[in-house]
């Protein structure tokens, strides 16, 4: 019986300054701290599933620098229980890091970005007979230039698709994550994968860029508008759930034509360190519940809680408890109408 979690795609070294305020063109801010945190959807992911203390193996893929910053994830997944048998090695580029701003007193965040060797990962890293986990996660989409090109072929459609193929031929069920890119190539990349996705994950400004809905924001949250941005994900491929997310909460929709709706946690504004990797936390906490065979509800419940305990810290996963605890804090500080 297959179990645990293959996670690949973007691995990041994220230095997390925390500021005072976000100075204009050519002014000054202060950095009152600056720490070195794990970054990118399966580094993020994984790092959280071993906080939330899941049952089964979790397995890393994905390329690094031959250098220091290499090393150092190597050796902070290895003491987080991560297998990093697929987490290869190359001196042809350096290992991916983001500066990530973060402003004290609204937890907003501006990323500066080196793509290192992520932009080299390949369909050929990937090597689908080493492992037996359950589910495949590949994040970010629109982050992984080698995959987002457009493999030769009578079809072009992008060269994750390759993997994705492999992976579903392989027995696994897939997941999706896109990074936020303001851009047009969510319809002419990240739409051909959808086929091929069991599972997709998707903040509001991601849905409105693949279907050309707009679900609004905060008090303007439309919530039929968002049943209806997941059903047209459905409709363009999607296999089993599309799992859209915003600070207000998060709304499912399977391809049978269930939809889920879970709020958000009432974290306190107070109690907000950043929000760096909090969809990522989400997504883990979903993830998690999926591969245990939950209902969707429940899934959709631990990955809200799983989100507000990470913005308690700065960085992406530091905040992130055992999966009770992260459930216990979200029933304590009550959910958003």
């Not at 509800?297 to 996963?317: D, F, I, K, N, V």
Request: with cysteine.
């Amino acid at each position: 019986m297959r179990s645990g979690i293959l996670a690949g795609g973007n691995w990041i070294v994220d230095h997390v300054k925390l500021i005072d305020a976000w100075p204009p063109q050519d002014s000054l801010a202060r950095i009152s701290s600056d720490s070195r945190h794990n970054g990118g959807g399966p580094y993020n992911l994984l790092k959280d599933l071993a906080q939330l203390r899941a049952g089964f193996p979790l397995e890393a893929a994905g390329l690094l620098g031959d250098d220091d910053y290499g090393r150092w994830i190597l050796a902070d997944c290895r003491a987080a229980g991560i297998d990093t048998r697929q987490l290869q090695r190359t001196r042809e580029a350096a290992t991916s890091y983001t500066d990530v701003m973060t402003v004290r007193d609204t937890g907003r965040r501006t990323f500066f970005h080196q793509s290192g060797a992520n932009a080299r990962l390949a369909p050929a890293h990937f090597d689908f007979t080493r492992t037996n986990a359950k589910i495949f996660y590949l994040g970010y989409a629109l982050l992984l230039d080698t995959l987002d090109e457009f493999a030769e072929g009578s079809t072009p459609e992008p060269r994750a698709a390759d993997v994705f193929r492999r992976a579903r031929a392989a027995g696994f069920h897939t997941a999706l994550d896109c990074v936020s890119e303001n851009s047009t190539r969510f319809k002419t990349i990240v739409a051909p994968l959808l086929p091929h996705v069991d599972y997709l994950l998707a903040n509001d400004f991601e849905a409105e860029k693949l279907t050309s809905i707009e679900v609004g924001r905060g008090e303007t949250l439309d919530r039929a508008a968002v049943t209806r941005a997941a059903r047209a994900l459905i409709d363009l491929g999607v296999r089993q759930w599309t799992v859209l997310h915003f600070p207000e909460g998060a709304c499912a929709c399977s391809r049978t034509g269930e939809v889920v709706w879970q709020p958000g946690v009432r974290v306190p504004p107070s109690n907000i360190a950043g929000s760096n990797g909090a969809g990522d936390a989400l997504a883990a906490g979903l993830l998690y519940g999926l591969h245990e065979g939950w209902p969707m509800s429940r899934a959709l419940e631990l990955g809200a809680c799983t989100a507000a305990a990470s913005l308690y810290h700065p960085s992406c996963s530091e905040a992130v408890k055992p999966a009770d605890e992260c459930l216990a804090l979200g029933r304590k500080l009550g959910f958003r109408k």
